[in-house]
Structure formats: C-alpha cells, structure tokens
C-alpha cells in the first residue's frame, strides 16, 4: 500500500498553461505539505495544512494555490505556468504533536516541465 | 540569514569503512534536527530524529551526534555497504517556528564502492 500517492507523476506543458497536482495519503496523519525541490536539489518547503486549515505558507507566487478538500489530500493547483516553475514538486504528510516523532513521509514527486 | 550547510561534494567511500556527513547552521535555534535519505527518482525517506536537547541517537548502523554549541550535527553511516549509496539531507525544525517547518540541507551525495 501506498502511503503518500501523486498524480500525475510527470507532467509536460506550455508555458501560461494551468495544471493541477494531486496527493493524497492513507496514514492518518493529520498534516500534509508541498515542497519544491529545484534543480540544485534544494528541497523548499512551499505550503503546509493542518486538518484543512493553512499554518505555513512560504513566499510562493499566487499563481500557486494549494486546496485540502479533507485531511487526506492535498492538491496543488498552478496558473499560468512559468519556465522557472519546472522543478519536482513533493508532497508529504506527518503526524505533528507532543510524543510524536514528526518524521515526514514523502511521495514519490511529480517531474513539472514547463516549455 | 538562517544557513544549513552540508558538503556539497560527493563521499567517495570503500564498503566497509564508516562515512560521516556534516551539517552545519546559522542563525538557528532548533528544536530539532533529523536526517532523511534521498535515492535518484524518489521522495526523501526518513532516517533518524536527534532533539536539541540529546548529544547521540543511533538505529542499527546510523548515527547522529547534535553539538548545539558548535551548530553541527555529525552522520555516521558505519560498515557501509553499496546500497548506502544515496544523497543525505539534514534537516532543521526551529523552535520559533510553525510545528513541522523543516528547512532542507542541499544534501550529501554518498557513494559505497565495493
């Protein structure tokens, strides 16, 4: 069993163009998270929901908005796409709060390439 | 600005030997320091959590040692083996900070020859 799933896996497409990125995990955890990590491999964290609700959110552009429609997914949805948002998007889910360990489990990534 | 520094260069290492990463940060109070796995094509994968407030954790042939006073941690890998093979990242939870901001080293390549 997967334990933190996106889709699509690799996604090629025009510059201005709209697309959306799914994730969702079957852990049970109770905060999910996106992260960008660019070319130089530098893994950044871009959003972070709690049951829901937004507690981080990093200097992103607006073209990027994430949307939780329940605990176990979070999609993330990018308009008008540019050249520099080419990069592999990770999602991941933990379990915060006193007595846990905090790790955080990733999904496998989605490749974005914009052209 | 807040730094995680990890040696940018790859670990050339003979299977067998123990390989030792460094992370290195500024301007940070952590609250805690974990190290994750990243394999070519793969999220990174969870290895071991240290707490500022511990010197040592170990789990089978991993170790981490958390010097708050030099801002370092120390990851030994020891008995390597090929499958060590992967890129290493440190990375930082600041006390100050909203519970499960991690900020992400670059990471450090390994690579166990036999």
């Known amino acids: 069993d997967t334990a933190v799933s996106q889709t699509p896996k690799y996604l090629v497409t025009q510059m201005g163009n709209d697309k959306s990125i799914k994730c969702e995990q079957n852990?049970?955890?109770?905060?999910m998270y996106w992260y960008k990590q660019d070319s130089k491999k530098f893994l950044k964290i871009m959003f972070s929901?709690?049951?829901?609700?937004?507690?981080i959110n990093e200097t992103v552009p607006n073209r990027f908005s994430p949307k939780s429609p329940d605990k176990a997914h979070l999609n993330l949805h990018i308009n008008s796409l540019e050249l520099g948002d080419s990069a592999v998007y990770f999602c991941?889910?933990?379990?915060?709060?006193?007595?846990?360990?905090?790790?955080?489990?990733f999904g496998p990534g989605t490749r974005l390439t914009v052209l | 600005s807040q730094k995680i520094e990890q040696n940018s260069e790859a670990l050339n290492i003979q299977e067998g030997k123990t390989a030792t990463l460094t992370c290195n940060y500024t301007n940070y109070s952590p609250a805690y320091l974990q190290w994750y796995r990243q394999d070519p094509g793969r999220g990174p994968v969870f290895l071991l959590l240290i707490r500022e407030n511990e010197k040592e954790k170990r789990k089978e042939r991993l170790k981490v040692t958390f010097d708050t006073t030099l801002k370092q941690s120390l990851f030994h890998i020891t008995a390597s083996q090929p499958a060590d093979s992967a890129t290493y990242l440190c990375a930082l939870e600041s006390v100050s900070d909203s519970w499960g901001k991690l900020q992400f080293g670059a990471g450090t390549q390994v690579v166990v020859t036999p």
């Open positions: 991941a889910s933990s379990q915060e709060g006193l007595g846990t360990l905090n790790e955080q489990f």
């Open positions: 852990l049970g955890h109770d905060t």
């Open positions: 929901y709690n049951n829901k609700e937004l507690i």
